[in-house]
């Protein structure tokens, strides 16, 4: 939990702006990120939870993959 520390900036005797430390900014700012991240995960997770799915060796067999293994060649990039 987030203990804030704002400073209240009045005009006309109403509050207008809240000024905080720059540490509690990057904090709430990494707890908005975290809180979108886990709105987006909770969507996809519905959406494929209405999806049908494939077990593996179907989806092999789609690819044309069958039984073989692939064999993967690490080459220096140029």
């Excluded at 520390?5 to 006309?12: C, F, K, T, V």
Aim: aromatic share 6%.
């Amino acid at each position: 939990m987030i203990r804030l520390r704002p400073q209240i900036l009045h005009q006309n005797g109403k509050p207008q702006f809240a000024v905080i430390p720059y540490a509690d900014f990057l904090a709430i700012e990494e707890e908005l990120e975290d809180a979108a991240c886990v709105r987006i995960l909770r969507k996809a997770k519905a959406i494929e939870g209405r999806s049908t799915t494939l077990p593996l060796n179907a989806v092999k067999a789609r690819l044309g993959l069958g039984t073989s293994r692939i064999r993967w060649t690490s080459r220096p990039v140029a």
